[in-house]
């Protein structure tokens, strides 16, 4: 039985809670918040040790692995300190604000012999493993253009202070459209080479972004979209448009996922689901403990959540210098 702790008891941390109580093999064990009446109510409703102190969390014999849900800014030492402990570690996208500090934490994984799995859930969703299956097949040869989506709505309740501020790690990218970009990183299967891009604070007085355009190329043959928008006002959209050598995939989170060939389009059965993001965490959740308890690679590496930071390190930069930008890792 894998036992977990959760630094950052808050909004995600509950989620998170809730998600391994539907986990075999897994339990919540501990739970570390900066505040003891939330910390209270957060052990009341979900059981598990209180702590005010992360350290003293890292310090229970009785928690092997950690989930690190904390502001994007606080992950590098957190993280590294989890490793130092001999904790697993599980932790929220981004990885980090930076790839620098990316490096760190794979480092200190690698060198205290830990599992590290960044927490990209909207690969563990029913319509992306629908698609992937079907990528996987290799009936489609290989992806030569992508569009991928997260346009929502910025200022919802469980927004804070940290999340508008790049020198907290905020803006819609690093918090939101991450999710859009690192879809469409995996259902490429390479890693991108060059962005170029528009970034904007265009609906909101912030310092962070709320708005973003993203265009990637996968070497010379392939390329792809990302939209990054978090209005004012409007509806969810949510979604990927996926051109293969020999069909197309529309992947929509809340539809399914639909297959286009020969000037046809059909449904794939099994693609979609009551509480999408809900299940998809309790499949993160399934993977990682998976991964500990054999040894091998966890489904989403520490590699794959360093190139995601990397290709919006590059955006950011690209964006400011008009220009297309080479990717880093």
């Known amino acids: 039985m894998l036992r977990v702790g959760i630094i950052g008891a808050g909004h995600f941390g509950a989620a998170h809670a809730q998600a391994l109580r539907a986990v075999d093999g897994a339990t919540l064990v501990a739970a570390c918040r900066n505040d003891a009446e939330g910390l209270k109510a957060f052990t009341e409703e979900y059981g598990g040790k209180g702590y005010l102190d992360y350290r003293e969390l890292l310090a229970d014999p009785e928690v092997d692995a950690v989930v690190v849900a904390l502001p994007h800014h606080l992950h590098t030492d957190v993280a590294i300190a989890c490793a130092e402990a001999g904790k697993h570690i599980m932790i929220e996208k981004p990885l980090a604000p930076t790839v620098a500090e990316c490096r760190r934490i794979l480092a200190a994984a690698d060198k205290a012999g830990v599992t590290l799995m960044p927490g990209h859930t909207m690969r563990f969703t029913l319509p992306f493993l629908a698609a992937r299956r079907l ?6 040869g290989a992806m030569r253009y992508g569009s991928s989506r997260m346009i929502k709505l910025w200022m919802e309740g469980n927004r804070r202070d940290w999340h508008l501020d790049t020198a907290t ?22 890693r991108a080479t060059h962005v170029s891009a528009v970034t904007a604070t265009s609906f909101h007085q912030q310092k962070a972004d709320d708005a973003a355009l993203l265009l990637i190329r996968f070497g010379d043959d392939a390329a792809g979209q990302v939209a990054s928008i978090g209005y004012a006002n409007g509806a969810f959209i949510s979604g990927d448009e996926l051109v293969f050598d020999n069909g197309v995939l529309a992947v929509d989170f809340f539809k399914g996922v639909t297959f286009g060939k020969d000037l046809k389009w059909q449904p794939v059965e099994g693609s979609i689901e009551p509480d999408v993001a809900g299940q998809g965490l309790i499949r993160q959740w399934q993977g990682f403990a998976k991964a500990v308890a054999t040894g091998e690679k966890p489904p989403v590496t520490g590699e794959d959540g360093m190139h995601v930071v990397a290709c919006i390190e590059a955006a950011f930069k690209a964006s400011r210098e008009r220009r297309e930008v080479a990717v880093e890792a």
């Open 135 to 140: 990528i996987d097949s290799g009936e489609m």
């Open 169 to 190: 790690g905020g803006g819609m990218l690093f918090t939101a459209g991450i999710h859009a970009l690192d879809r469409l990183l995996a259902f490429a299967g390479r």
